[in-house]
Structures are given as structure tokens and as C-alpha cells.
């Protein structure tokens, strides 16, 4: 349980947080490289430029969490809750797992890169490329 805890540019390269609890913590810009947040609960979480690169996220609970300029390039998102979340800006164009359902309902620009398979939701902008 590390609920609103404050981890804002933490290294935390291939940590283990597989089910931790990180409702509203603030974790923005922090290195999470490779880390493993399966199963972990991020709602309401500040994200925001954090490196995701190669982490697994599956089955992640990410509502309205804050992904917004993020760089998720390779990061399976296999089932992972993003109702609401921000990925304005957010790199996950080579993400794996991640499917048109996912994004619905989350919130995008003409910034955010998504996958070449993933179609991008009517409601975000359609300026830029994918």
C-alpha cells in the first residue's frame, strides 16, 4: 500500500510493483523502465512524462490516471483499465496489447502515438499523425 505517496522523478528501473496500490500517488517523470505494474492500481495517478518504456502493465488499474506525455514505446498494456486516463501526448507507438476498446474512453490528442494496428478514437483530434 502506497497510496498517495510521493515518488515524482524516482528511478525505479525494473521495479517490482506488480499489485501495489498507488491510488493518487505522484509519481511524474519518474524512470520506470522496464518496471513490472502488473496488476496495480494507479487511479487518479500523476504519470506525466514518466519514462514506461518496456514495463508491464497488464491488467493495471489506470483510471484517470495522468499519462500524459509518457513514453510507453514497448510497454504491454494487455488489459490494463484506461477509462478517462490522459494520454495526451503519450508515446505508445509500439506498445503491445493495447486495442481500440482501451482508449475509448480515455483522453488523447493530435500528440498522442498509438500503435499502427489501434485505430484513434472519433473524439480526439485527428491532426497530426498517429
Known amino acids: 500500500m502506497l497510496n498517495r505517496v510521493c515518488l515524482a522523478d ?10 501495489a496500490f498507488l491510488l ?11 518496471a513490472c505494474l502488473e496488476r496495480a492500481i494507479l487511479r487518479n495517478s500523476n504519470l506525466r512524462g514518466s519514462d514506461l518504456r518496456y514495463a508491464k502493465i497488464d491488467g493495471a488499474d489506470m483510471f ?6 509518457a ?8 488489459s490494463t483499465f484506461l477509462m478517462r486516463a490522459d494520454l495526451r501526448g503519450a ?7 493495447l486495442t481500440a476498446g482501451q ?5 488523447g490528442d493530435h500528440g498522442t502515438r498509438l500503435p499502427q494496428d489501434v485505430e484513434r478514437p472519433a473524439s480526439w483530434t485527428t491532426r497530426g499523425s498517429r
Open 10 to 19: 524516482a528511478q525505479l528501473a525494473n521495479a517490482d510493483l506488480h499489485l
Open 91 to 97: 508515446d505508445l507507438s509500439t506498445a503491445h496489447g
Open 71 to 78: 513514453d510507453l514505446r514497448d510497454a504491454s498494456l494487455a
Open 64 to 69: 484517470a490516471a495522468d499519462l500524459s506525455g
Open 103 to 107: 482508449i475509448v474512453e480515455a483522453l
Open 24 to 34: 493518487e500517488s505522484n509519481l511524474q517523470g519518474a524512470n520506470l523502465m522496464k
